[in-house]
C-alpha cells in the first residue's frame, strides 16, 4: 500500500495552521501562526481581527507547512479543512483558501470536524491507537465525552450546556486579573495556591448525567469574589485558581469516571487545548490507573488547534472515501 | 494574456475568464446565497464549459475592496488559494473603480454607491475624459450619502448612479439631487468580473500587482473592537 499525503488546514478560530501528514500518523510538519499576543489586547477573540489575522498568514503557513515537509503540492493526495465548529468568519478562511488550492491542483478537498481532528491528534501521539476508545475533548469552544466507535465514527455521551470548560478559564482568569488565554495563567497560578481552600460547587444536569455545566461554577467564583471585595478582604488569587481548578478538574474526572464504569473501555484519551492542563491529564491519569485503562494524551503541540490533526482526520475521511463538495460551507455550529 | 476576474465584495458573485480583448466567459449572479457555496462552483463550470486547463490562467484579478467584510474574504481567501497554487500574481483593483469602469465611454459623471450600512455608502467620483481615459476625480471611500450629493449638486455636471446603494439611497437621491441624474441599467450597474478583469489588466500592464502572500483585502474601515479601543485610548490621552 502507498503511503497517503495529505494537507491539514486549520483556521477555526485564533490559530493559522497547517501541516503535513503522512498515513494520518506520521507528521512532516506543523506549522502554528497565533494570533494571541493581538487579542490579548481586547481579553479574548475578537472575531473580525481573528478572520483579517487568518487571511494576512493562510498562504505562508501552508507555504511553510509544505517546505518544512519537504513536498510540493503536486505530491499531496488530498487537502483536509476544519469546516466547523468555530467562529464563521475564522472558518471561511480556511475552508475557502483549501478550497481553491485544492481544485488549483486537482486533488480531492475534504471537510472535517473540527473535534474530530481534536480526538485524532492522539492517532499521531500513539502510533498503535486503535478504536473502539473513550474520549474527553476539552478546549476554549468545547466540552465533549466522546465514545470512538470507529476511525471518524463517534457517539456524543455528554457536552456543556453552558460554557466551555476553557470558556470558564477564560473568564475566571480575567475576574481574577490574570488576563487573557486564560488557561494556562490559571494553571501557573493555581500551582502557588492551596486547592481546598475554597469549595466550589461541580454543577450536574438533571437528567443528562454526561452533559457538563461551568456557567453556576463561574458565577459562584465571582459571587465569591464580591463578597470578599464587599467584606473589604483582600482575596489570594492563587487560592482561588487553584480551587476554581480543582472543580473544573473534579467534574470532568467524576464524568470519565462514569463513562468508564459504563461502557467498560480499556482505553481512555483527552484531547483539546484544556487537555495540555497539567492538573487535568494527572487527575485522569490517575483515574485510568485506578481502573485499569489505558491512558492516551497528545503532546502539548497537538492539543492546541494545529493542521496536523486536522490532517490526521483526513486520512481516515479519505481512507473511508469522504470527499467534499466545492460548495462546502463554514458551519460554526457543527455537530460532531 | 489571460486573466481570471473574481468579485464577490458585494451581494454580486461573479467569476470570468479574459483573453486580451476577448471574454471567453462570464458566470455572475445577484442571489442570495453564501459566496462560500457559489464562487468555487462557479469557477469550475466555467472553467468546463470553456474546456480550458486553470494552469493556463496568467494572472487572477480581484475586487479587493471595499465590500462585505465576509465577502471581500472569501474571495482574498479564494485568490490567495488560486494564485498560491498556480504560482501567478494577483492584480487588486479597488471595487468602487471596477464598478465605475463598467460604463466605459460615458460622458457623464460617474457615482457608484455600495451600500455600507450606517447610513453610509462606499462610494467614488469618475469620469471618461475625450480620449476614454479612466479618470478618478475622488478616490473610494465610506461617506454619508448627504456629504456624497452635496458634491455631485456642486459640481453642477449630469451624473449616473449605479451599484447596489442605489435601491438604498434612490428616494433621498430623487428629493435632493439638482443636477441632471439617471441610474444605470441591469447590465452594467453592479460588480462584474470580466470589467474587474479588465481593469486589472491597465493595472498590469503598470506593473501594479502583488503576490498571494503579500495581498490583502481594502476594508476601508477597521473592526468595531479595534475603533472602539481607539476611542477609548484617545479618551484617556486626552484625559490624561
Known amino acids: ?336 | 494574456m489571460r486573466i481570471l476576474g473574481i468579485d464577490s465584495s458585494g451581494l454580486v458573485a461573479s467569476a470570468a475568464v479574459v483573453d486580451d480583448d476577448t471574454l471567453l466567459g462570464e458566470f455572475t449572479t445577484d442571489y442570495k446565497k453564501t459566496h462560500s457555496t457559489t464562487l468555487m462552483p462557479m469557477l469550475d463550470q466555467l472553467i468546463k464549459m470553456l474546456g480550458i486547463d486553470i494552469r493556463t490562467i496568467d494572472a487572477v484579478a480581484t475586487a479587493a475592496g471595499p465590500g462585505s467584510f465576509t465577502g471581500l474574504r472569501i474571495g482574498a481567501a479564494t485568490v490567495k488559494g488560486l494564485a498560491y497554487a498556480l504560482g501567478i500574481p494577483v492584480i487588486a483593483v479597488p471595487t468602487v473603480d471596477a464598478i465605475a469602469y463598467n460604463l466605459y465611454g460615458s460622458k457623464r459623471l460617474i457615482c457608484p454607491l455600495m451600500d455600507a450600512r450606517r447610513k453610509q455608502a462606499y462610494s467614488g467620483l469618475y469620469k471618461f475624459n475625450e480620449t476614454n481615459e479612466f479618470i478618478v476625480k475622488k478616490e473610494q471611500e465610506p461617506e454619508a450619502i448627504e456629504d456624497i450629493v452635496k458634491r455631485i449638486n456642486l459640481s453642477d455636471e449630469p451624473v449616473t448612479f449605479l451599484g447596489d446603494g442605489v435601491p438604498v439611497f434612490a428616494d433621498y437621491i430623487k428629493q435632493n439631487v439638482t443636477v441632471d441624474y439617471d441610474f444605470a441599467p441591469a447590465f452594467c450597474n453592479r460588480q462584474r468580473a470580466s470589467t474587474v478583469a479588465c481593469l486589472g489588466r491597465k493595472y498590469f500592464d503598470r506593473e501594479f500587482y502583488t503576490s498571494a502572500e503579500e495581498f490583502r483585502p481594502i476594508y476601508l474601515r477597521q473592526s468595531q473592537a479595534e475603533r472602539e479601543r481607539e476611542e477609548k485610548l484617545k479618551k484617556a490621552g486626552n484625559n490624561a
Not at chain 1, 81 to 99: C, D, E, I, Q, R
Not at chain 1, 175 to 181: Q, V
Request: aromatic share 8%; glycine share 10%.
Open chain 1, 1 to 336: 500500500m502507498s503511503d497517503i499525503k495529505i494537507l491539514g488546514i486549520e483556521s477555526s478560530c485564533d490559530e493559522t495552521a497547517a501541516a503535513v501528514v503522512v498515513n494520518g500518523r506520521e507528521v512532516l510538519s506543523n506549522e502554528i501562526s497565533t494570533q494571541i499576543p493581538i487579542h490579548t489586547l481586547y481579553g479574548g477573540v475578537v472575531p473580525e481581527i481573528a478572520s483579517r489575522k487568518h487571511v494576512e498568514r493562510i498562504t505562508q503557513v501552508v507555504d511553510l507547512a509544505l517546505k518544512q515537509a519537504g513536498t510540493t503540492a503536486d505530491e499531496l493526495d488530498a487537502v483536509a479543512v476544519t469546516y466547523g465548529p468555530g467562529l464563521v468568519g475564522p472558518l471561511l478562511v480556511g475552508v475557502s483558501f483549501a478550497k481553491a488550492f485544492a481544485y488549483a491542483n486537482d486533488l480531492p478537498f475534504i471537510g472535517i470536524n473540527h473535534i474530530s481532528g481534536h480526538i485524532s491528534a492522539n492517532y499521531i501521539e500513539d502510533k498503535d491507537l486503535k478504536p473502539p476508545f473513550l474520549c474527553l475533548v476539552v478546549s476554549g469552544g468545547h466540552t465533549h465525552l466522546v465514545r470512538v466507535i470507529d476511525y471518524g465514527r463517534y457517539e456524543v455521551l455528554g457536552r456543556t450546556v453552558d460554557d466551555a470548560a476553557g470558556e470558564a478559564f477564560d473568564k475566571v482568569a480575567r475576574a481574577i486579573g490574570l488576563g487573557y488565554p486564560g488557561g494556562p495563567k490559571i494553571e501557573k497560578a493555581a500551582k502557588d495556591g492551596d486547592p481546598d481552600s475554597i469549595e466550589f460547587p461541580r454543577a450536574k444536569v438533571a437528567d443528562h448525567p454526561y452533559d457538563f455545566s461551568f456557567s453556576g461554577l463561574k458565577s459562584a467564583v465571582l459571587n465569591y469574589l464580591n463578597h470578599q471585595r464587599m467584606a473589604g478582604v483582600t482575596v489570594n488569587t492563587n487560592n482561588v485558581a487553584a480551587s476554581f481548578q480543582k472543580a473544573v478538574v473534579g467534574a470532568l474526572t467524576d464524568h470519565a469516571e462514569m463513562a468508564i464504569d459504563q461502557f467498560g473501555m480499556d482505553k481512555f484519551a483527552i484531547a483539546g487545548g484544556v487537555a495540555s492542563n497539567g492538573a487535568l491529564r494527572a487527575s485522569i491519569e490517575a483515574l485510568c490507573q485506578r481502573k485499569g485503562v489505558k491512558f492516551y494524551r497528545p503532546a502539548p503541540i497537538l492539543c492546541t488547534d494545529n493542521g496536523a490533526m486536522i490532517a490526521a482526520a483526513g486520512y481516515f475521511e479519505f481512507e473511508n472515501g469522504v470527499r467534499s463538495g466545492l460548495n462546502l460551507n463554514a458551519e460554526p455550529s457543527l455537530a460532531l
